[in-house]
């Protein structure tokens, strides 16, 4: 039997492992994870019946691998899709909450009217945004960040109002420092191809309109989906098909290599030999254990930026709301210099995150890597910002009827410039280390499909590599 050890029990180490229990013939494998339970990043939790979603409360179905493998190990049934008949992004602006306009894709443009329409965007800026029509195309092939590609093609006021608020809500990042190959190439293609977003986001309307994501079984998905029971049923289905050794609660302290095997030490498992180990680790808990025998690896690893952020999630009963909630909430863009930098109704945007009709459950964000700082400071601190901009932004003054704070310190990975060339570069130096591969969101992707992907890629790795059949 050739022995495995993946540390790291996040969903990343997970689907390498549930790769392994498929596939791996004549393979032991081994996880270990330092946190009590598995999930890493995913955590869902349940409070006075509201389900609270620490992490990720949703995955892009347009990637396939989540819905794939829910299927597999049996939750096809408890896949969920979002209500979109409250659909739409709205975005806070000078004192009110806009609708983003019909027909914008990502942050472009594809219908006219009701974009000339939207209060949002100033006359000039429109005027400036509809000069990515005749704007002439990037002649190198150089990498540039998120901001500067947004200023050069759409302008100034569609990075503050759209692109800033709607991309740094989804990477937690900061368009500054961005780098767009690693992030967006879709954009870098658009342009390369077609010369203009808009030209090409209404071809791409043109090829296929309208279209419905595919959910489970061929039936139609929406763009955002979960999980009944929340991200968490994920990754507690997946514990439970897993027939290897998995050891929770303890810490990898070392990880060193004799001949050609890997040695894992830690608290309170004493020594575990492996012929081939995949560290599901973010980039700084890898190079702190690859560092012993591989500086250079763990100087590149180590040059990840990693922000902060918080999630604060509270709940209502309904006739504390000044309002009715009926969107699945909104965007706060960074120029508008408030502490959160959105709000999402998670009662409204999804079934089966209450316990009564009557009340309303709410998830804020705060921090982020334009302001990394607030998430470190203190919950009750953190609390009393959700509760100023709430009162500010939606009237509300009653306290909660309960509340949570999660906080991920350096914990959110940033693919800023140069991120390709480090992974390069990393990628490279492990080739000379046989049977040692590193997966995780910190490399090839940060949503939750792409972790899959790359948890059950290292472990295709690791069985070519077992079985010599590795190119
Ligand atoms: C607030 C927030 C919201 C997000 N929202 C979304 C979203 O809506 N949709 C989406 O697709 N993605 C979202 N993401 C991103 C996504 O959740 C993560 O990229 C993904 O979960 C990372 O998985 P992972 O397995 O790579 O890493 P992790 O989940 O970080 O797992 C790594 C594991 O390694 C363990 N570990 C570390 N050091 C050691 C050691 N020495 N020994 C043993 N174990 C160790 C850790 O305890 C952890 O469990 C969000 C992330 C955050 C923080």
Redesign the pocket.
Known sequence: MKKVAI????????AAAYALEEKGENIEYTL????AR?????LTETHDGFLVE???????SEKPSVIKLAEKIGLADSLIGTNDEFKGTYVYSGGRVHALPEGLMLMVPTKIVPFALSPLISWPGKMRMALDFVLPRKKDDDDETLHNFVVRRLGREALDKIAEPLIGG?H?GNPETMSLKASFPRFLDMERNYGSLIRAMLAARRRSPAKRPEGSGGKPGTY?MSFKNG?GELTDALEKKLGGRILKG????KVGRSGTHYQIL?DGFGEITADAVIF???AP?AA??IRGWDAASADILEETPMAS???VSLAFRREQLPFSPASFGFLIPHVEQRKINAVTFSSIKWNYRMPDEDSVLLRT?VGGAKNSHLACAGEEEILHWVKQDLKSILGISSNPVMSRI?R?IH???QYTMGHLERLHRVEQRLKSLPGFYL????YRG??????IN??MNAAENVMRFLHGTRE
């Open positions: 540390i790291g029990g996040g969903i990343a180490g997970l270990i994870e330092k946190d598995l999930g890493g990043k995913i620490g992490g990720p409360d949703c995955f892009l989804i937690g955002f991200m303890k810490e990898v302290v830690g599901a680790l973010p808990e702190a254990l952020s918080a999630t964000f999660h991920w914990a959110r990975p997966a995780g969101g910190c940060i949503g939750v499909p792409d972790c790359d948890g």
